[in-house]
């Protein structure tokens, strides 16, 4: 499976062939929350996070960008 996982702050991404670009909140490390789910399928090869917006390499679809707003209790 071709993955890509990337951490910043407190918040994961994973992106994967199977289960797209999933995000996880990681305040409580002891207990992770995925927060949001992106199934535009392809093929991850990179994975770039710059404040709301994601830009995620693709093998098949070349770049995919998503903007993405926190909870205010994030």
Not at 18 to 37: A, H, M, Q, V, W
């Amino acid at each position: 499976t071709n993955s890509v996982i990337t951490i910043e702050d407190d918040v994961l991404f994973v992106s994967d062939i199977e289960r797209g670009l999933e995000i996880f909140d990681l305040t409580n490390s002891l207990e992770p929350k995925k927060s949001t789910t992106f199934t535009e399928g392809g093929t991850p090869n990179g994975l770039w996070f710059d404040g709301r917006t994601i830009y995620l390499a693709d093998v098949s679809d070349c770049l995919e960008i998503y903007e993405i707003e926190f909870p205010t209790d994030y």
